[in-house]
Every structure is written in structure tokens, then in C-alpha cells.
């Protein structure tokens, strides 16, 4: 992913859909309307400021617009504290042909707090998507064999074992 | 042996360079920082004990209050750093709440000197690994001995963390079949 993903392309994840208000993602109008503009309000060629978001607002927006929540993920709109936090709720999304190559390719980020989120994610997917624990568990052994983080390391071992007590 | 026990976001925001990065993962609340810090008393006699107390404590703050089943932590030790407050902690259970303790930090400037001289000091303030399976097998086992808060805590309408959806399945593996 990279840094000059285009504005517009990402602002259309976050056009409400005609049936939306601002109430329907339980927060003030003003603030997304804070957060669209550090998102989007840059030139593709200019480093655009990164989107600061709570974890109880990433929760609901898994919950209730959870393709918004996907493509902030996608678009690389988040620093790695918020991403770390953004993949492992990701996981609860049962769209699993787009949560699991998104959070695969999130075990390659540059930050180990991102990487270790990532494996939270896939854990929990897992456990609400039984059809691709396999699938995971191949990707976090795969981590496993070239992971220099002991944290992620750590992580990605307790995973294993999860993941083999339900496989 | 009596650690202030913290348990962190992710086991690897320690290795961050930046102080500030670290605690946006570690000590977050909403979009700023937390700047009075939820901690742990344990008195243990001896490693062993301090072990099991630190899975005890651990998995009763995550039934209390995490949606999602605990992750492994790696949960430091706090103490001397700021003088803790002994406040009533707000979980499901006595002990862990008998535990609770907070230290409240001056400014966000505070917070991120006590990371600094946390990350200088981590190799003495880490503690041992505690994997998720220990807390499940803990949560497990608190249920089959018929444990009265553990049996409150997962009977509706108190059960609303979904994560221990997976200690009933965990704990149904575990049992055989009976014979009759």
C-alpha cells in the first residue's frame, strides 16, 4: 500500500449510503466531517494526514458500516496505532473474501504493532469463519518462519495454538 | 514479592523507538491518552504463585470487560514508579478488585516519561509470557469446579462478552462424553 492513494477513490468509501444519517455510525456529523477532511483534503502527491480514530469507533463501525472500516484499512488512512487496533476488529467482519487477504497482507507491515494486530484479526476470523481457519493458520505460520519481532513472534505462536485447539 | 501489574494493548509496542508511538498503543483512551492508569496489586510468596495470580487477575479484568477473547500479554511491572491509589476496581470479581489499583499522571508530558524510564528499565519490568490459552484453560476450569462468580459471570444477563462463548466450547472439549 501506498501513501498516494488517490482522494477520491477513497473519499467513496465514505459517502453515506441514501438510507444514513450521521447518527446511524454513532457520532457527530462534525466529527467525520474532521475526519473525511484529514483523509482526503490532499493532492495524491502530497503525504496525506493520517486519520486518528477510537477504538470504540472503529468497534462500531465493523459493526455497522464495516466496508468503511475495511477501506480505511485499505487505503492506508491509519497510523500503525490506530491500525494495529483497526485489523484485530477487522476480524469480527464475516466478509471473509476481503478480511482475510487485507489482514494477510497486514502481516507484512513495517510496524511489529501492526503485524501483531494482524494476527489478532486472523484469530479472530477464525473463530467466526471456521471454512478459513486452515487458510490462516498457514499464513501465521508462514510469519512465523520470517517474523524478527519477539513480540509478534510471541503472538503468532499463541495463535498456532488457537488455532489447532479448534482446527 | 508484590508487583503493580500492568497489562498491555500489544506485545510488541515495547520494541517502538518513540516514546510517543508507544504510548498511543499502550496508554489510549478515545483519541488521546490515559492518563490515570488501571494497575494490578499481586502479592504472591513465590514465582509459582505470582504466575497463577497474574492469570487470575488478567482473566477476570478480560470477562469483565473485554468484547473479545484476551490476548496473550506480557504484563509489566509498574511499581515504584508513581505512588498507586487503591481505587474499587469495577470487574466481575472480588479478587481482581481487591487488586485494583490507579496512577494518576500529571500531563500527557508525564505519561511519556514514565515510557521512557519504563522502555530503559523493560528488561526488569517485563514479566513472564502469559498465552491466551492459560487464561481460557483458567476460565475453563473456574466453571467445571462451579466457581459461584465465575457461574454469575457468564449467566445472562451478565454474559455480554461473547469471548466466553468460546470457554463453554473449550470446556465441552474438554470433558468426555459421559457414559451411561
Same mark, same amino acid.
Given at each position: 500500500m501506498t501513501e498516494s492513494a488517490s482522494a477520491v477513490e477513497f473519499a467513496s468509501a465514505f459517502t453515506?449510503?441514501?438510507?444514513? &444519517? &450521521?447518527s446511524t455510525i454513532g457520532a457527530t456529523i462534525y466529527d467525520w466531517a474532521q475526519a473525511f477532511q484529514r483523509a482526503v483534503v490532499c493532492m495524491p502527491s502530497v503525504p496525506r494526514s493520517l486519520v486518528r480514530i477510537s477504538e470504540a469507533k472503529l468497534t462500531q463501525l465493523a459493526s455497522e458500516r464495516p466496508h468503511s472500516l475495511l477501506a480505511l484499512i485499505e487505503k492506508n488512512a491509519l497510523g500503525a496505532a490506530d491500525l494495529t487496533f483497526a485489523a484485530e476488529i477487522a476480524g469480527?467482519?464475516?466478509d471473509w473474501t476481503r478480511v482475510v487477504p487485507l489482514l494477510t497482507r497486514l502481516l507484512l507491515h513495517a510496524s511489529p504493532v501492526v503485524r501483531e494486530g494482524a494476527v489478532y484479526g486472523l484469530v479472530r476470523h477464525a473463530d467466526r469463519v471456521p471454512a478459513v481457519r486452515a487458510t490462516i493458520r498457514s499464513a501465521i505460520a508462514g510469519l512465523l518462519g520470517v517474523e524478527g519481532s519477539p513480540g509478534v513472534r510471541a503472538a503468532a505462536d499463541d495463535a498456532l495454538v488457537l488455532l489447532d485447539d479448534q482446527l | 514479592m508484590k508487583p503493580l501489574l500492568r497489562f498491555g494493548? %500489544? %506485545?510488541?509496542?515495547?520494541? /517502538? @523507538? @518513540?516514546a510517543s508511538a508507544i504510548a498511543a498503543v499502550e496508554?489510549?483512551? *478515545?483519541d488521546g491518552h490515559d492518563l490515570s492508569l488501571s494497575a494490578y496489586e499481586v502479592k504472591a510468596h513465590d514465582a509459582d504463585e505470582l504466575r497463577a495470580r497474574t492469570i487470575q487477575v488478567y482473566t477476570e479484568h478480560a470477562a469483565s470487560f473485554l468484547g473479545t477473547p484476551p490476548n496473550g500479554i506480557r504484563p509489566? @511491572? /509498574?511499581? *515504584?514508579l508513581r505512588a498507586p491509589v487503591a481505587t474499587a476496581g469495577s470487574t466481575l470479581f472480588q479478587y481482581a478488585n481487591g487488586c485494583h489499583r490507579e496512577m494518576h499522571l500529571a500531563s500527557d508530558a508525564d505519561l511519556l516519561r514514565l515510557v521512557e524510564q519504563v522502555k530503559r528499565e523493560f528488561a526488569c519490568r517485563a514479566m513472564e509470557e502469559v498465552p491466551a490459552s492459560a487464561m481460557l484453560d483458567y476460565a475453563c476450569e473456574q466453571l467445571r469446579a462451579r466457581d459461584p462468580e465465575w457461574v454469575a459471570a457468564t449467566t445472562p444477563p451478565q =454474559?455480554? =462478552?461473547?469471548? /466466553?462463548g468460546l470457554v463453554a466450547k473449550r470446556r465441552k472439549k474438554a470433558t468426555p462424553p459421559r457414559q451411561d
Open positions: 453515506p449510503m441514501e438510507s444514513e &444519517s &450521521s469480527t467482519i464475516d | 494493548r %500489544r %506485545r510488541s509496542s515495547w520494541e /517502538l @523507538d @518513540d496508554f489510549r483512551r *478515545g509489566l @511491572d /509498574l511499581s *515504584g =454474559n455480554a =462478552n461473547a469471548w /466466553l
